[in-house]
């Protein structure tokens, strides 16, 4: 079992790809969207495998350099992409009232690295992390959560139990927001007339994720 540094919780790379880089992002989300080349699970997300992702010399560059900042800022050098998702944000898919908009954390615990495509302000609807209290252990939580965790809220997280205040994580276009998913995160809320484009890169890392026996999956099934 792998033991994450508990004091990265999440980090703020400023300027990390450059501004040329950023261009050829650009012009291939565009042509990725209006082509409409891979599957698709929602309306305003797109979904390439890792076998989709490192075929694509723009997108390969970009997950190669990611990988090594994790390897070499947080010591994970086996690190796993599950697959990357270009993300089109707009006012009609916010509801501030439901998950993710609600500060929670994920039953998959992964790594995410989020790549800005444009300066994201507040307006933009950026991504909010914040810290943990001491005495609340995530890890159990999320260990322990049963397969209808989503509609009974269990993997929400009650604002006395993040220290401070969550941050919008603002930046500029090159900007990638790194983060465990076991750290307090929350969607912005996006306003009218405004759009976020972002890509995320989500990695797993082996026997970070306990499986579930057979018998407990068929048991789960009655006992929900």
């Known amino acids: ?49 890792p076998k989709e992702t490192y075929i694509d010399p723009v997108f390969e560059r970009v997950c190669k350099k ?19 998702w270009l993300v089109t944000s707009q006012n009609k898919n916010t509801d501030s009232s439901i998950l993710p908009y609600i500060p929670h954390f994920d039953k998959h615990r992964c790594l995410k690295a989020m790549v800005y495509l444009h300066d994201v302000t507040e307006k933009h609807g950026p991504i909010h992390l914040g810290q943990i209290s001491n005495h609340v252990n995530i890890e159990n939580r999320r260990n ?25 994580m603002t930046g500029l276009a090159g900007d990638v927001v790194f983060f465990d998913t076991n750290a307090p995160h929350k969607a912005g809320i996006v306003k009218k007339d405004h759009e976020r ?10 026997g970070l994720n306990a499986k579930s026996s057979f018998i407990k999956r068929v048991l789960s099934r009655f006992y929900k």
């Open 197 to 206: 484009r972002v890509l995320r890169f989500d990695f797993d890392l082996d």
């Open 66 to 84: 990611i990988e090594h900042f994790f390897a070499n800022n947080i010591g994970l050098t086996d690190l796993k992409l599950a697959k990357l």
């Open 1 to 49: 079992m792998h033991n994450i540094n508990i004091n990265f919780g999440f980090i703020h790379q400023e300027k990390f790809i450059k501004t040329e880089e950023v261009e050829a992002l650009n012009n291939k989300f565009e042509y990725i969207n209006n082509k409409k080349l891979y599957s698709s699970p929602c309306d305003h997300i797109i979904q390439l495998t």
């Open 144 to 168: 322990e959560l049963p397969s209808n965790y989503k509609a009974l809220g269990l993997n929400i997280i009650n604002e006395e139990d993040i220290l401070d205040k969550m941050i919008p």
